[in-house]
């Protein structure tokens, strides 16, 4: 008797080349759960699809045909009666909403997972014009999905204390690294960067929670400390004309490269001396785990996020306060002057990220399907 799969429906963001850690979280995941055992569905919402090519064969694609978020609501419906998965799984606050605002809406009633890809507190304290609306939506509509996915300890913590959402909905589960992937893609390509250096690397969109402008202003007393240093930015966003006017007005921009979206960015993580996270607020940032697993040594800041856990579970990051260039800049002068002696064996890493091992991390979305 053949035993009939489990239909999951994974609701994404598009994997443009703007792409976010949350979208290469599940990409990973797909490549590393049983096919046999599940019927897996990926719904884009927006367009693009620089990173469709990391999603396995056995997975349905479907795209929803809006350009925006807001537009998503009738799309999502048609979609979930079509399918009619038993699980749907949402990532990125703005999707898990329209999700739960569409539930009314469904056939058969699915369980629910929303994954919160960032802390929700910073985010509404920063990055948010309604902050008082996203808070009742919060509090009002995460309750009524079967589990909240979270990052980390903190974000737990946030999401009980400060929006009222019942301890037993709330499941922590880290995000994935596939050491293996990373170092093979990293190992394939020469060193992308034509000078001796030092080379520092930071990678992510260009928005204001990256804090691009606080790691600008830091350049300066790292190059009169160090003259030789670079400062690779990989990534696309709205801030780009606005960081490159900076970089020219603080004098620095002869040293700055900004170098877009690159579809292989670990061989420029692979082979700088320091890579660096200026971020204001994070959720748990993949592509330090990354950077880690490379054996790269991490400067990065103290801010409100799951950093700080990283830091404890795995070493290897120098953390600074946020929004401060000055320290920002003693720790990175100081990460260059000793970046050989920070570098984690490879023999190493792999131990210290056992937690965030893909097999593991996908065991652990099976065990919730």
């Known amino acids: 008797m053949i035993r009939e799969r489990k239909k999951v429906l994974f609701m994404v963001p598009a994997f443009s080349g703007g792409v976010g850690g949350a979208e290469r979280v599940i990409a990973t995941i797909l490549r590393h759960l049983d096919h046999s055992e599940f019927e897996c569905h990926l719904a884009l919402v927006g367009t693009g699809g620089a990173y469709l090519e990391c999603v396995p064969a056995p997975v349905i694609v479907h795209h929803l045909g809006v350009s925006r978020m807001r537009y998503s609501l009738p799309s999502i419906i048609r979609l979930v009666r079509k399918v009619r998965p038993q699980t749907i799984l949402s990532t990125v606050m703005y999707l898990n909403v329209m999700v739960m605002l569409a539930r009314p809406f469904f056939p058969s009633r699915p369980r629910i997972l929303l994954r ?120 696309e966003g709205p801030l780009q004309a606005e960081l490159k006017a900076q970089a020219m007005a603080l004098g620095i921009d002869h040293a700055v490269d900004f170098m877009g979206f690159q579809e292989n960015p670990w061989p420029y993580i692979k082979h700088a001396h320091l890579f660096v996270l200026a971020s204001r607020f994070e959720g748990l940032p993949n592509v330090v785990l990354e950077a880690l697993a490379l054996g790269t040594p991490v400067v990065a800041t103290d801010c409100p996020g799951g950093l700080r856990e990283i830091k404890e579970i795995v070493g290897a990051i120098d953390l600074v306060p946020a929004e401060d260039s000055v320290a920002l800049a003693a720790a990175i002068i100081s990460g260059l002057q000793d970046a050989d002696l920070r570098r984690i064996p490879m023999e190493q890493s792999v131990e210290r990220l056992r937690t965030f091992d893909v097999h593991h991390v996908a065991a652990q979305y099976s065990d919730l399907f």
């Open 116 to 235: 919160e890809a960032i802390l929700p507190s910073a985010f509404l304290a920063h990055d948010t014009r309604h902050p008082r609306l996203w808070k009742w939506l919060y509090s009002h509509l995460y309750p009524k999905a079967a589990q909240i996915i979270c990052l980390f300890d903190g974000m737990v913590k946030d999401l009980a204390e400060n929006f009222g959402i019942p301890g037993n909905k709330l499941v922590r589960i880290h995000n994935a690294v596939d050491v293996a992937k990373v170092r093979s893609l990293a190992d394939g390509s020469q060193s992308p960067y034509s000078g001796p250096g030092p080379n520092l690397v930071a990678a992510g969109r260009l928005q204001r929670q990256k804090a691009y402008d606080v790691l600008l202003k830091a350049l300066p007393a790292v190059l009169q400390a160090i003259p030789g240093t670079r400062l690779a930015i990989l990534g």
